[in-house]
């Protein structure tokens, strides 16, 4: 960690500061870039065409049927790699959706690094999304969505010519950018490797997870009963997006993750508003009283202690912090944010706590559907962000305590008739499967070749974060298998990710190829 | 209204103390009812019939095309029963749901009555409905959905013999009850009368809105510009539900009632919760906020100057109140309601009061469609209920000043990108069309008359309800016609009225062509 600001500086100034050593590694790099890059321009459309078979496979996690057509597909991608030892890693349970693995064994090499992504995506309500509500039918557009970006066809092939896209053109399906463009990313860096006659500089293994978006609850059960398999140098994980400003960016740690839902029950049948409506209790008011009383104005959580556990940053990673160009004034203007929470505090300050967000909430009809009913329940669906010290199970208690001391009887199931006419309030209150924060040193050996690797293979300075906002199940690498991760994004940070219209920028793809290929190249 | 007291006592002892000149009434009226529901019993499978085919048609409002069908059904429905002058009354504009209009005129009547029902339905999420997501399939059930009632088929006709329904079937479809049942009641006794060789003892108009659960923005206009035409001695309104113990009830007054929308705004593109949580403010937060403020934990709304205009009811009022069967502890424990709203005070006095209730929200997703979003916006349609004193533009205009006070700018449209970034808080509210409440004096000769009729109709002491918790646009009768309306609900109270899984007792029909044969026949 002391060796940070020296690297950091290393880094910014990598072009001018390079040592006859390193000028020579930069000159082997950048051909190696070049053959790639002459590769990957020969073969955009094959590409192309296999990604958007990718995408069209509905690949929501709890869909086994799908999964397992997914898994399918990406070990037919990766034996057509000459990738070897492909295998399906599955939990102890049938309904597991298995880790897709395989490997690359390189003469010579010294180490093993285990290359990460996941190929499942985020829920999907189709009425949300443009196009005809059709999420797995990838689309071409000319551009972002909301900045005009029009649906054209994706452009024919004709014998003896090449197609060319333009870089700015972006697919849009669900997962192009999380994370099956992580996905396509990897295995094309790794052929492009190939075909120009490279060798990479390690052992590569690859795992690509069926359950990310689910909140992996099987992942550390695979981990632990293929330790073997997986032995590794460490493990780089291609999710999430670059930075805001568009540049290329290395992430040494991530949030945890453990989302909650909330239901508080009304009437046992929906009531006319008119005949009841000041007498029997609206379950939708007495969610947005019990959840106003969680956050005051400015954003800030009041459940009692939700900011105990946190371990801050140390000042070098404060240090790291402010060195990084700060989006915020950018992402105000670009998502019409007049005042953000957290009074004044930079987006990176508000990344390091622990949050608490509405992912949805729900009552009854609003719009068109809109009846004047008093709804039988209304349900919110909460996430929760956790840093260096939090425990998941141990917030979401917090939370949890918060809700008994508004006055509500807490149940993880359905209430009886009886308890709805003994208690005034009643919550039920699920849990999903959680996972806590990491953080990898940035002077770690592993961070310092990949942070090297990246700005080699990038035009522009990188950025180097010390934790993300998001959050991915990294702990488990540590707990199960006491291996470091590095996380190396390449989606376009306007991608839509989680939502509808998720969208992947041509130029992000094809730039996450070249980060990659560095990376399999990289000196370590 | 002096005379309420003792009316209620003579409704109350109707049998007992009859004096000679009612007992030849009560005489002749039960002849009539006798002689009818022979009518109705040989006749029940073309009724049920014929009501199917007319649930079968969508009707929403909005929904032109298919309001244009109901209209043409219900015509030809009029027309088969000798009804005269039928007539599409429109507004000024194509696209106003006409009220369809009949009237029958009697050999020596001195007097004419109109009778109302509306032929349109509260909106409709399918996915929420029971039976396959088909709100406009009708089916039969054995009993109360909720209640373990089960599907059956509709019983088959075989030459020759009767079919028979069992009374306690119901049939779910929307506007079963809300308020179709109202307008095949009202036919049905007409078509029984007359089949049954009895003269209806006044004129009759029949006068079907076709836009009631639309907030009705184009009757004032229709009533007006045909005022000749509807020129009578008062109006009939069958809607709504009889009384919670089953008993047959008259209302003479129903609250006003207007919606509102109200959009706060976030992002302007949904984001992932990760990178940006904790710093963009998320609109779902804001708006549990803004409409935690609205109420206190007892329902009391704390929107300044809510109650200020509201006109109590009169201690004769009060004691009608206090006399009518309460049916709070029945209520509560039918609907699993340990505390109501209201600090201990009574359903009924809770429904002389002006309300604010959230009928739904929403923001993003929960459940399986649930993802880690900052959701771009959040919405809340409300639904206030107005009580005599009450206008309903003043009291949205007190809503309005709330949500001012909160911070918030408003507007009636999406804001600009201008106005996003000058402006923290915005909130889009959207007013729909309203009106007043309405109340008609106990001791009018009308109200009388019909309290009578409909306590000779019926076994059990009918319940009188001075203003019921429910709206109906009465006060335009007032407004353009200076005409007094009484209404006389027919539906079971448990019948899910605008919500999913709408439903109709038979029961409650055969006993609603009852009443009206015998409001058709009362002597007025």
Known sequence: M????????CSIF???????????QHSQASKILSQTRTYRQANENAIIREFRDFLALPNIANDSASIAQNASFLLAMMKKRGIENVQLLGGTKSDVPPAVYGEVRVKGATKTIVLYAHYDGQPVNPLE???????FAPVLR????????????????KAGEKVV?????????????????????????FDAIIKSGVQPSMNIKFFFEGEEEAGSPHLGDILERNKALLKSDGWIICDGP???????????????????EITVFGPKRPLHSGHYGNWVPNPAQKLVSLLASMKDSTGKVLVEGFYDDVVSFSEEERTAIRSIPHPDEQMKRELGVAKPDGAGALLLEMLSLPSLNINGIRAANVGAMAANVIPTQAVAALDLRLVLGNDWQRQTDKVKRHILKQGYYVLDREPTDEERLQYPNIAKVRINSGYNAQRTPLSHPLAKAVIQAVQASSEETIVVVPSLGGSLPLYLFEKYLQSTTVTVPIAN????????NENLRLKNLWNGIETFVAIMTMKF
Chains 1, 2 share one sequence.
């Open 2 to 9: 002391k060796n940070l600001v020296l690297m950091l500086l």
């Open 14 to 24: 990598f072009c001018e500061c390079c040592t006859n050593s390193s000028f020579a």
């Open 129 to 135: 999304w443009s196009s005809g509500g059709k999420p």
């Open 142 to 157: 000319t551009g972002a969505l909301d900045k005009g970006g029009e649906v054209i066809e994706f452009p024919a092939e």
């Open 165 to 189: 896209f333009n870089p700015e053109h972006r697919i849009y399906a669900r997962s192009a950018s999380d994370d099956k463009g992580g996905v396509v990313a990897i295995l094309n860096a």
């Open 242 to 260: 670059v930075h805001q400003s568009g540049k290329k960016q290395v992430v040494c740690g991530v949030r945890g993750d453990v989302g909650m």
């Open 493 to 500: 940070h306007d991608n839509n990710q989680h939502a509808e």
